[in-house]
């Protein structure tokens, strides 16, 4: 069955739900924003325990210029959740935990902290900064510590580095510091790689189930509840919006004689014709069979009926032919703009009638209203009745 479409106005918008995976940098970026809030609430309670514990250690053994710091890195891990908790800014608590990492690193290496022991903490600070940093960012800090390390272990500075290590202690530090760092990393990079797979498949398989696969519109699944959401909107801002409830004419007759193979050819061309002639803002969905459910946000009766007759003219000067005979093809619809609070299965109903009122009309008409009278006129060439609901 050869295709082929006719002109129509393109002018109302650009398709729309072609289903793409324009949408996953957005969701990779929430899924990554609340394991890192998730990860900052867990590292800072962690931190603040074994910071005030080790810190009140300290003070009962005299070391007050430990138990400060300590105690004061602490109560700055509880200010960083409560920021968090309160404002929601990852970002600026992301500061904030650098600095303390990087404040908190320098210290004990260079106080050495308690029996030259500071240095082993230095390993679990990289492990959380790569984690809660990512592989790249992570590297790069983890970086910065390695100069800093590097350069309390060079520099003779007696008022302010304290701690004495071995040459031996200073190299195998070094090593170990810069082996953890790299497998850290390693690690981090394979699993955001992986969970960017695991995301794209959650993408896929949520456009599978909202898609219909022969005409690649929305489903009746996905448009009930962008129907919910939209008189949602209705009830809260009172936007008003219209549906158009479609129905192909005689498309039973085109199974029958010309199969279904062509049947289905037909809905593909349709579905373009319809998926085109809308706003981008516009939903066009498949609510079954030969039915098409429109929605039209923000949009008055009016307006829905200029739209619903465009349409119908488009699919009625679509050039269908199989086996090289002409193949003509109409389409009625009902508009219902919503005028009242209401569930969203009263519109469809009411949207449904007044389809019925249109078939009942003669076909190939746009009825708005149940009292509305279609005007019928011949059209030449196919044939074809044509119908305007006044």
Excluded at 206 to 235: F, K
Excluded at 272 to 295: H, N, P, T
Excluded at 321 to 343: E, R, Y
Aim: aromatic fraction near 10%.
């Amino acid at each position: 069955m050869a295709v082929s479409l006719g002109k129509f106005d393109r002018d109302g918008g650009v398709p729309s739900n072609e289903g793409t995976l324009e949408g996953l940098p957005l969701r990779q970026e929430k899924f990554e924003a609340h394991r890192r809030a998730a990860l900052l609430y867990v590292s800072s309670g962690i931190a603040t325990c074994l910071l005030l514990c080790f810190g009140l250690l300290a003070a009962t053994n005299g070391r007050s210029a430990l138990a400060a710091f300590l105690i004061a890195h602490g109560l700055f891990s509880i200010g960083l959740m409560l920021v968090l908790k309160f404002t929601e800014k990852i970002s600026l608590v992301n500061v904030g935990f650098v600095c303390a990492v990087m404040t908190l690193f320098a210290y004990l290496l260079a106080s050495g902290g308690v029996d030259n022991t500071g240095p082993l903490w230095a390993y679990p600070l990289a492990a959380a900064t790569i984690f809660l940093q990512g592989a790249r960012r992570g590297l790069f800090l983890l970086g910065i510590m390695f100069c800093i390390a590097l350069t309390i272990f060079s520099v003779q500075w007696p008022n302010v580095i304290t701690a004495t290590y071995s040459s031996s202690f200073k190299l195998r530090f070094l090593v170990t510091f810069a082996a953890l760092a790299f497998f850290a990393a390693m690690h981090e990079f394979a699993r955001a790689r992986f969970q960017e797979k695991l995301l794209r498949m959650s993408v896929q398989l949520d456009q599978l189930s909202h898609s219909d696969p022969l005409t690649g519109l929305p489903n009746r699944r996905y448009m009930c509840e962008r129907l919910e959401a939209e008189n949602q909107r209705y009830l809260r801002h009172g936007r008003a919006f219209s549906i158009l409830y479609a129905d192909v004419d005689y498309f039973k007759r085109v199974n029958d004689h010309c199969g279904h193979q062509a049947g289905d050819a037909v809905l593909q061309a349709i579905s373009e014709v319809l998926r085109s002639g809308v706003r981008q803002a516009d939903e066009v969905c498949r609510w079954g069979g030969e039915e098409f459910l429109i929605l039209l946000p923000e949009t008055e009766e009016a307006q829905a009926i200029e739209v619903a007759e465009k349409l119908r003219l488009a699919v009625a000067s679509l050039n269908l032919n199989h086996d090289d005979a002409p193949l003509p093809m109409t389409m009625s619809i009902g508009v219902h703009a919503i005028d009242g609070p209401d569930q969203v299965d009263a519109f469809i109903h009411c949207a449904d009638q007044k389809l019925y009122r249109a078939k009942a009309n003669g076909r190939n008409c746009v009825v708005a209203t149940l009292t509305d009278v279609a005007i019928k006129n011949e059209m030449s060439g196919n044939a074809l009745s044509f119908a305007l609901a006044i």
